[in-house]
C-alpha cells in the first residue's frame, strides 16, 4: 500500500476504488459484531454534547476528545459549516435526544480552503451544465470563519439552547486543538 500524502487540492488516484475494500470492511464488522458488548446503549447522548466538525479524514473526533461511543452526537460535513442540514441536526439534537453543549471543530490544511466554494460551483456548472442549489461558504480565516458558525448557531431560531457554544481550531500537523475566542 502506498504511504505516499495528497495534498489538499492533488487529485485522488486514478481508477476505481477496488471492491476488495468493501469486503475488508464488511470482514471488519463481522468482527466487531462478534464481541460487540454495547447494545445496551440509550439514545440520549450521555454527555448532552453535539460535536460538529469538518468530515476531514485526519481528524478522528473521538480519540481526539476523549469521547466514548454513546456520548456524543458527531455531526460532520465538508467544513464543518453550519449549513441548513447542520442546523437541522442540531435542532433534532437538542429538542428530541437531550443535547445542550456544542462543540464545533475546523481544522488546518482543511480542503475547503484550498477548493474554495465559487471555483467549485464554477467547475461544477462547466462540467454538468447547472450550479447545485446548495451554497457552501468558505473563508480563509480560519478563526473569522468558526466565530460566523459559531454566529450562526446562535442566531438560528431552531436551536434552542445557545449558553454552551465553542469553537476550536485542530492542527491536523500536530494534534493540537486551539480554542477560538
Ligand atoms: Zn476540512
Known sequence: MSTEQLSPGTAPPEGPPS?????????????????FDNGDLPLPPRRKLAVLACMDSRLDI??????????AHVIRNAGGVVSDDMIRS??????RLG??????????????????DEEFRESLRRE???EP???VPTSMDLAESVRKSMQRIRTSPFIPYTDDVHGFIYDVATGELTRVT
Open 133 to 135: 442549489s446548495w451554497d
Open 19 to 35: 471492491p476488495a475494500v468493501i469486503e475488508e470492511l464488511v470482514e471488519n464488522a463481522r468482527a466487531h459484531a462478534a464481541e
Open 99 to 116: 443535547t445542550r453543549s456544542i462543540m464545533l471543530v475546523h481544522h488546518t490544511d482543511c480542503g475547503m480552503q484550498v477548493v474554495g
Open 62 to 71: 473521538f480519540a481526539m476528545l476523549g469521547l466514548g461511543v454513546g456520548e
Open 128 to 130: 454538468v451544465g447547472e
Open 90 to 95: 442540531l435542532a433534532l439534537s437538542q429538542r
